[in-house]
């Protein structure tokens, strides 16, 4: 997958088509990547004794987007990912637009 955790990132399809944001968790399995601020939706929390002090009610979070939904940025633009071997041998992320290192 191109796009990590700590990556700034758009939302190029959905709901909230242009909204930008970090990436903080990436599912490799389901190809799923969750960003901050971004695909809200409320939950139903119960109170229970493993949540001992929290009480129950609704809760804001974020939900997962399909990593096809979402693009690098780059000067606010969206970029496609390619990938280049250094003279050391390292594999480096590298921008389609501008050919520099991600």
Same mark, same amino acid.
């Given at each position: 997958?191109?796009?990590?955790?700590?990556?700034?990132?758009?939302?190029? /399809?959905?709901?909230?088509?242009? $909204? =930008?944001?970090?990436?903080?968790?990436?599912?490799?399995?389901?190809?799923?990547?969750?960003?901050?601020?971004?695909?809200?939706? =409320?939950?139903?929390?119960? /109170?229970? /004794?493993?949540?001992?002090?929290?009480?129950?009610?609704?809760?804001?979070?974020? $939900? $997962?987007?399909?990593?096809?939904?979402? /693009?690098?940025?780059?000067?606010?633009?969206?970029?496609?990912?390619?990938?280049?071997?250094?003279?050391?041998?390292?594999?480096?992320?590298?921008?389609?637009?501008?050919?520099?290192?991600?």
């Amino acid at each position: 997958m191109k796009i990590k955790k700590g990556d700034e990132v758009i939302v190029i /399809a959905g709901k909230d088509k242009g $909204a =930008t944001g970090k990436v903080l968790r990436v599912d490799l399995r389901r190809e799923r990547v969750v960003v901050e601020g971004v695909n809200l939706i =409320t939950k139903n929390i119960k /109170a229970d /004794a493993q949540r001992a002090g929290k009480e129950s009610g609704r809760v804001t979070v974020e $939900a $997962a987007l399909h990593v096809s939904n979402v /693009a690098l940025v780059e000067d606010g633009k969206p970029v496609r990912v390619g990938y280049r071997v250094n003279e050391d041998g390292s594999k480096v992320r590298v921008s389609r637009r501008s050919g520099k290192e991600i």
